[in-house]
């Protein structure tokens, strides 16, 4: 029965999305104009402070990043304007879609499933934080779009908890539920931010963060090699699947050069900063 519910489910989700019978989560209008502003060089500070000063919870919010001691100097900071030439377009272009983010999470839901949707949320937050200090201290790329990428990346359970609520035998089955939000939100989450014109290398991030050994072309790190780790260490502490692996096979630790004990070691050393990460993105 769970397996042909599974398959049944899959089937009928997958076809509703893809002839526009479910919409998609969409961000908050101001944050896809600012989106939009942010990626135009031509764009100047003040025509993209204009459209953040609209919303008063990312104005406020943006200027507690700026502000935070992640990134302040010694001028207290008390516009928007200045917020953005402190911190510059493509870190503010991650926070205000992750702060965004939160909105999209407030869909209320039933009792059951939301409470799901509540877990799903605290555990983004913690693989963004996770995310933005493993891209900091052994990568290359941007620690605000690796936090970005954390936080998206399971953005296809959303959706996928929304449609459940119509199949109360699914409802009734937490084993078969996991299970449909495990094989499904991956691919869910592809098409979302897809249509939220995400660049290619975060959508990858949904596509594949649960794919441990994949062995994509090149030898350099990516953002899905940062939150696929940030993802397992998240579960350290628990009795995840993901615990009881050997993760020196890992290939994603050999891209970023760090035994997965390093890794954990300094993950265990940041705790203060990973707590700092996690308030400015759900305070």
């Known amino acids: 029965m769970a397996s042909s519910l599974l398959e049944k489910f899959t089937r009928d989700i997958v076809f509703d999305i893809t002839h526009n019978k479910i919409v998609l989560p969409t961000l908050p209008e101001i944050a896809l104009k600012a989106r939009k502003l942010l990626h135009d060089n031509k764009a100047t500070s003040t025509q993209i402070s204009k459209v953040i000063s609209a919303d008063a919870v990312l104005s406020t919010r943006l200027l507690r990043v700026a502000n935070s001691p992640l990134y302040r100097t010694q001028n207290q900071i008390e516009d928007v304007r200045a917020a953005i030439t402190r911190l510059g377009n493509s870190i503010v272009r991650s926070l205000i879609t992750s702060l965004a983010m939160e909105q999209v999470y407030r869909t209320r839901l039933t009792a059951q499933t939301n409470v799901l949707l509540e877990k799903n949320w605290e555990h983004s937050v913690q693989v963004a934080a996770l995310s933005q200090i493993i891209a900091q201290k052994f990568t290359s790329l941007s620690p605000e779009e690796a936090m970005l990428g954390g936080l998206v990346h399971d953005i296809g359970k959303l959706p996928i908890l929304e449609y459940s609520e119509r199949i109360p035998e699914l409802l009734s089955n937490n084993k078969t539920l996991m299970k449909v939000l495990?094989?499904?939100?991956?691919?869910i989450g592809s098409l979302i931010l897809k249509t939220w014109n995400f660049q290619p290398d975060l959508v990858a991030v949904a596509t594949?963060?649960?794919?441990l050994y994949r062995e994509p072309i090149g030898f350099e790190a990516d953002y899905v090699d940062v939150v696929l780790i940030a993802n397992m260490l998240s579960y350290i502490g628990t009795d995840h699947p993901y615990t009881q692996l050997d993760w020196s096979e890992i290939p994603a630790f050999s891209r970023l050069s760090i035994p997965p004990e390093d890794c954990i070691a300094t993950i265990?050393?940041?705790?203060?900063?990973?707590?700092?990460i996690r308030q400015l993105i759900s305070a």
């Open 208 to 211: 594949d963060h649960e794919d």
């Open 268 to 276: 265990k050393a940041a705790k203060d900063e990973i707590a700092e």
């Open 182 to 187: 495990a094989v499904l939100h991956p691919r």
